[in-house]
């Protein structure tokens, strides 16, 4: 059944337009969970590859499906300013500069368009991740009097946030010849790039370690079996608690397909990961007014 069924003319005052066609944003809620896809996705993907954790929300947390944002990494200026636009696998393949840009922009129009008690539960997989965290600081860092008490959360799932080599798997799959199946494109030559760089370990450390100063519930989580994105690329813990944030719980089917590089464990469908970021995220909050 669509989100919009059911509408009478006493509730449209409650629902807003999203920048994508066909979907309305709730104004019922305060708590917002906007979701960012991977590498190689496109438009309407994030709520695809979240689908069983947002259903877990909606059916034990009193979300609705209004309540669920879609990060683009796409963007257009109007006269209004700048707000998300479709997007697809070649938006993906620039800078990361670029890609954080667009998100900065999309949480932006966001922010502009629902109630200013709106609080912002941001979650991102793999390069989704990545942007959230960068966007996250500009934003917080840069606009401090928009952003502090209204950015409650941000859960970061298999994102390399310290960069990547790839792995182990990806070299033997380079040495075999089988690179071209593996994601390229200017964003994952930094990503590597980063991954042999320990000044950007520590810089990114230090910006966990403001983002939690001024109130943001930080969790990330790894897949044990995630070959593209290890543990130790993904969790900002010390190495001693690192294994608490390694989700090896019961697994939910996967079959890849668009938006999943090979090699990318099943994290999305893991339910002892859903568990986890529902714990964060807590239960909706309805407005009285």
Not at 22 to 41: P, Q
Not at 155 to 161: D, R, S
Not at 204 to 230: I, K, P, Y
């Amino acid at each position: 059944m669509s989100e919009q069924a059911g509408f009478t003319t006493d509730h449209l005052a409650d629902w807003l337009d999203d920048w994508q066609g066909g979907r309305r944003l709730s104004l019922r809620g305060r708590n917002k969970i906007a979701l960012a896809a991977g590498m190689l996705s496109q438009s309407g993907e994030a709520l695809n590859r979240f689908a069983g954790f947002i259903r877990y929300l909606m059916t034990n947390f009193g979300y609705e499906p209004g309540d669920f944002l879609e990060i683009s990494y796409n963007s257009v200026e109007d006269a209004d300013g700048w707000r998300p636009a479709p997007y697809d696998s070649a938006h993906c393949d620039v800078t990361l500069t670029d890609v954080t840009a667009h998100v900065g922009r999309g949480l932006r129009w966001y922010r502009g368009v629902l109630p200013d008690d709106t609080r912002y539960h941001l979650i991102g997989y793999s390069l989704g991740g990545v942007a959230l965290f960068e966007a996250a600081g500009a934003l917080l860092f840069g606009e401090p009097e928009r952003w502090q008490g209204n950015l409650a959360s941000l859960i970061t799932l298999a994102a390399p946030l310290f960069g990547t080599d790839l792995g182990l798997e990806g070299d033997l799959l380079e040495s075999l010849g089988f690179g071209a199946l593996l994601p390229g494109g200017q964003g994952v030559r930094e990503l590597v790039a980063r991954g042999r760089d320990p000044s950007h370990r520590a810089s990114v450390e230090r910006q966990a370690e403001r983002l939690r100063a001024l109130g943001v519930n930080l969790l990330t989580l790894a897949d044990r079996s995630d070959v593209v994105v290890t543990p130790e690329d993904a969790i900002i813990a010390s190495p001693f608690e690192r294994d608490r944030y390694v989700v090896s719980g019961p697994r939910a089917g996967w079959t890849g397909g668009p938006g999943v590089p090979l090699g990318h464990g099943p994290l999305l469908g893991d339910t002892l990961a859903w568990v986890r970021m529902a714990k964060v995220i807590g239960p909706q909050e309805r407005r009285t007014s």
